[in-house]
């Protein structure tokens, strides 16, 4: 049984900084592609960053040059660090693994960025 944990979210003033993990446990194999989503109350789930097996990334442009994603292909987990935060960013933000058989998703984690 495959297990996404995520952690690291939390309560961040604006212009302040957080770091997310997501670590995959169990029978995962062939991981392709790694990422990020986010969705805020009243709107759609939306992709935030990916990063390939080649260490090839995505971003969405809202967050281009504030986030950036890494991974740590031995632990199969994957980073999201978040700097230059905004009011905007709040939203529950789910990792998503993704591989040659199935496609696995975390709980999400709650992301505030209030004054």
């Known amino acids: 049984q495959v297990q996404l944990v995520e952690s690291g979210g939390g309560l961040v003033q604006p212009g302040g900084s957080l770091r997310l993990s997501c670590a995959a446990s169990?029978?995962?194999?062939?991981?392709?592609?790694m990422g990020w989503y986010r969705q805020a109350p009243g709107k759609e789930r939306e992709l935030v960053a990916t990063?390939?097996?080649?260490?090839?990334?995505y971003y969405a442009d809202s967050v281009k040059g504030r986030f950036t994603i890494s991974r740590d292909n031995a632990k199969n987990t994957v980073y999201l660090q978040m700097n230059s935060l905004k009011p905007e960013d709040t939203a529950v933000y789910y990792c998503?693994?993704?591989?040659?058989?199935?496609?696995?998703w975390g709980q999400g984690t709650q992301v505030t960025v209030s004054s």
């Open positions: 998503k693994v993704v591989t040659t058989l199935h496609d696995y």
């Open positions: 169990g029978s995962i194999f062939n991981i392709n592609v």
């Open positions: 990063i390939n097996m080649y260490g090839g990334t």
